[in-house]
């Protein structure tokens, strides 16, 4: 399975970005995909994820309310709408898919699969 992310940018607290992971390489309807992120200095975290049926989704509380996950399962691809951006957001952000599972691992080493991150940077 390939993955591709992308969509990052430099943008202000409170402003708007969508990234894209685009898959590949394995029948994309199988796959759970979740977005982890990574701050400099910190642990990669897990963000939100969207199960392999688009039917359930899971997400870490500090996006609550703010960011929204979706998948288009006719382009492969799984996006995730950040509103409200804060500075807090900064980081890496990795798209990860994983296959067999009924839910959303929030476990970065359940997903076999990652594609190569696209940098978010809010500024304040």
């Known amino acids: 399975v390939q993955l591709q992310a992308s969509g990052g940018g430099l943008v202000q607290a409170g402003a708007s970005l969508r990234l894209s992971c685009a898959v590949s390489?394995?029948?994309?309807?199988?796959?759970?995909v979740a977005w982890f992120r990574q701050a400099p200095g910190k642990e990669r975290e897990f963000v939100m994820g969207?199960?392999?049926?688009?039917?359930?989704?899971r997400y870490a509380d500090p996006v609550k309310g703010r960011f929204t996950i979706s998948r288009d399962n006719a382009k492969n691809t799984v996006y995730l709408q950040m509103n409200s951006l804060k500075p807090e957001d900064t980081a890496v952000y990795y798209c990860?898919?994983?296959?067999?599972?009924?839910?959303?691992?929030?476990?970065?080493?359940?997903?076999?699969?990652w594609g190569q991150g696209t940098l978010v940077t809010v500024s304040s």
């Open positions: 390489g394995r029948t994309f309807s199988s796959l759970a």
């Open positions: 990860a898919a994983t296959r067999g599972s009924l839910g959303v691992p929030a476990v970065s080493a359940q997903y076999p699969d």
């Open positions: 969207v199960t392999a049926s688009g039917l359930s989704t």
